[in-house]
Nanobody
Framework: QVQLVESGGGSVQAEGSLRLSCEVS????????MAWFRHTPGKEREGVAC???????VYADSVKGRFTISKDNAKNTLYLQMNSLKPEDTATYYC???????????????WGKGTLVTISS
């Protein structure tokens, strides 16, 4: 059984910071690529950041320099540190795992249920 459980969502003002967490099943935490996606009604789900098992990272241009993806292997937990938040960052954020790291939903095999992040101006 593979499970991904997000937490840390909430409301924060623009320019603020927030850290999302994703508790990952130990069976995949050290093998799969891990990623964060986000979705806003009316828009396609988009890849935000991805972390390969090797440690290399990939970021969407829209968050580069502001967001940081990381993983604590001892806790089997994936993180997304979000700084300098903007209203357009408002979305439901999903933790995902897969073999690819292209920021495409097609490369992901497992998904969490999401956590809502709301940024006000």
């Amino acid at each position: 059984q593979v499970q991904l459980v997000e937490s840390g969502g909430g409301s924060v003002q623009a320019e603020g910071s927030l850290r999302l967490s994703c508790e990952v099943s130990a069976s995949i935490a050290s093998v799969y690529s891990m990623a964060w996606f986000r979705h806003t009604p009316g828009k396609e789900r988009e890849g935000v950041a991805c972390l390969r098992s090797s440690g290399s990272t990939v970021y969407a241009d829209s968050v580069k320099g502001r967001f940081t993806i990381s993983k604590d292997n001892a806790k089997n937990t994936l993180y997304l540190q979000m700084n300098s938040l903007k209203p357009e960052d408002t979305a439901t954020y999903y933790c995902a795992a897969g073999w690819g790291c292209s920021l495409s939903t097609s490369s992901m095999n497992y998904w969490g249920k999401g956590t809502l992040v709301t940024i006000s101006s």
